[in-house]
């Protein structure tokens, strides 16, 4: 997005600059990736997978003794992800088996009526059944 003004949008999408005019509300939605590059990361030898730093189950990576955690493995980038897989790589640190599953993580959507979901995808192996839930309006 570039500029609005009143009630236009001026954006640039594959080199152009396009306007949409008419609207009341802006919804904008973007992505987050992993950042890996810039801060001396690549001088460890780390092996990386879609952009993120690629971990076992048990968040080890490539390097011995270097394990990750977060949104730099790339693989949900939600907090309560991270929040496990920080939990995981201290278990592991002080002796406690522990592996990272990701196959009951929650996630939600904010909008209204808001909407939530935890278990399997139908693209994901077999895991426990979707199940949809609409979280009760706290305004
Ligand atoms: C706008 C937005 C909304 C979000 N909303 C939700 C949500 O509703 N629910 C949800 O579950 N998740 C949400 N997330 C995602 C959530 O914030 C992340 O998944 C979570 O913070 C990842 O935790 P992390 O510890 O991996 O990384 P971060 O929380 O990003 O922590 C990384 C830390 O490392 C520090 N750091 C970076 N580089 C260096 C360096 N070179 N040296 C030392 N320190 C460094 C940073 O300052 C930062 O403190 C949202 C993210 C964004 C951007």
New binding site residues.
């Given amino acids: 997005m570039v500029q609005v003004e009143g009630n236009s949008v001026v954006f640039d999408k594959d080199g152009e600059t396009h306007h949409v005019e008419g609207g009341e509300r802006i919804l904008l939605s973007v992505g987050?990736r992993p950042v890996t590059q810039g801060?001396g990361l690549e001088n460890l030898g780390l092996e990386l997978l879609r952009g993120g730093i690629k971990v076992d189950e048990k968040m080890r990576t490539n390097v011995p003794g270097v394990y990750a955690a977060?949104?730099?493995t790339g693989f949900s980038?939600?907090?309560?992800t991270?929040s496990r897989e920080g939990e995981v790589v201290v278990n592991n640190l002080t002796g406690r088996n522990d592996i990272m599953r990701y196959n009951a993580i929650p996630g939600v959507v904010y909008t209204n009526p808001e909407v939530a979901g935890v278990g399997g995808r139908q693209r994901s192996p077999p895991g426990p059944e979707i199940l949809l839930i609409g979280l009760q309006n706290s305004r």
């Fill in positions: 987050r801060f977060g949104d730099v980038l939600l907090a309560h991270a």
